[in-house]
């Protein structure tokens, strides 16, 4: 009965993944997603080029994906009832929800791995500064849309208009991690100027909001 | 008593208010560059300070509420987030205004300080929804917390000068730069619109108790009520050139005003509703 909350958590991961890899539901459909976003966006946008208007592209097109995977990972939960069942049990919330937010974070990077190669394909895109900065700005950028697009989808289906309210608690929150996303990605690809007080900025949004997170999500789960 | 107490405190905010904007439109000298329109710092920054104060309020009044669970805390959460976000409005439209003559044009699109308010403005936006979209007694907890996630980005708004480029001046007061008779005056407007927004605040914290009370006795949606809307006048076709400067510091004062007055009556309307209801019961 003393299970870690490590343990817990990985439980929690393993049944997310487990489920999804049998269904592929939110996979596929947050896939074809951005497939299009990508290719509407090419034709919209001229190519010659492209760089300096890649940042954003590239990540609205993750974050509206993500804001579509969110919202399916807790639906499913308040469908079956996981969450009731959740509150009666002596297992922490904490555990829950860093399997939520680790699920997510797989499913996300993942869907992001696939897509580079299409914007490369798509916009004949090159980075001019080094590539490793690229790998890191994605890291903590996820993780930052991860974090708090899991809690607010948490708290936005606790409302009566469940998936409409997503969006609109997430992308105010957002504002400030993903304007230094896009920033940073811009100046990689462009090659002007190093990002480094973007990436410290964003480690920062990403350590205050994962605490506040993990502060309140017992408060969240609970609320009725 | 209340009733009497509350109308002292407002006829003493209005005179206040009154000695205020005389002072700063008739009293203060005219600024050496932009000319008159630099008068519409004494509503702007003032707007400023009373929005970021009340959205400090509704932080402390959410973690009261997540601490104590006492509905006077939430209604204090509540009326303080929507009378921060008028004030907070009042910024937005007085800024490009503003900005419009300075700078020559409305808004700056990378500029932090400008995109970090409307962020703030966005995010307490966002809590009234939640409030409005959630049911029953979840909404209160909920709203709560999403309050403290929102205050924690009012510190990047702050850092955000210092960070970052940015066409907006950096707060001058307590420095060299600003004219002491600009800066006492500007202390006076900040006084008289922190008692403004006390007043409409209290007034807001009343009707939301009101409101409570009125739901214990009965579950009901209150009534809801539409944004007050404004209409700038035909300078946004004007160059900034060819025009007084007078017109864009009446255009600021108009839009200010325009937003007080229009939320004040959406309040009175909310008041009637909620005495027809109360007499219902």
Partial sequence: MNASITRLSWINVAKDLRLEWRSRDVFNSMMFFALVVVVVFSFAFERDDSRPVMGGLIWVAFLFSTTMALNQSWARELRNGVLDAYRVSPAPAEALFLGKVLGNFILILLLECLMAPLFVIFYNLSSVGPLWQLGVIALLGTWALVVNGTFFAAMSIRTRNRELMLPLLLLPISIPAVLTMVTATTQVLTGEGAPAVQMKFLAGYCVVFTTACFLLFETVLNAE | ?281
């Fill in chain 2, 1 to 281: 008593m209340k009733t009497k107490l509350f109308f002292v405190f407002a006829a003493f905010c209005c005179a206040f208010l009154a000695y205020g904007t005389y002072q700063a439109l008739v009293v203060a000298p005219t600024e050496e560059t932009m000319g008159d329109v630099q008068r519409i710092f004494y509503v702007h920054v003032p707007a400023a300070t009373v929005g970021f104060t009340l959205f400090f309020v509704n932080f402390i009044a959410s973690l009261a509420y997540l601490w104590k669970r006492s509905p006077k805390a939430d209604a204090l959460a509540a009326a303080s987030a929507e009378v921060g976000v008028v004030f907070c409005s009042v910024v937005l439209i007085t800024g490009p205004i503003w900005a419009r003559y300075a700078w020559g044009v409305w808004w700056s699109p990378w500029d932090m300080r400008l995109n970090t308010t409307l962020m703030l403005w966005l995010l307490y936006v966002s809590y009234l929804i939640l409030r409005k979209s959630s049911t029953g007694s979840s909404t209160s907890v909920l709203a709560s917390a999403l309050a403290v996630f929102a205050f924690l980005d009012v510190p990047i708004v702050y850092m955000a000068n210092r960070w970052f480029r940015t066409h907006h001046p950096a707060p001058m007061i307590g420095t060299p730069n600003l004219d002491h008779r600009m800066q006492n005056i500007l202390f006076i407007n900040m006084l008289a619109f922190l008692v403004f927004g006390s007043l409409i605040a209290w007034f807001r914290y009343e009707l939301e108790r009101t409101t409570q009370k009125i739901n214990a006795a009965h579950v009901r949606r209150a009534a809801t009520g539409g944004a007050a809307m404004l209409a700038l006048p035909a300078m946004f076709l004007a160059t900034p050139n060819h025009v007084n400067p007078t017109a864009y510091l009446w255009g600021g004062y108009l839009a200010a005003w325009g937003i007080y007055v229009g939320y004040l009556l959406f309040l009175m309307s909310k008041l009637a509703k909620l005495k027809k209801e109360t007499a219902e019961l």
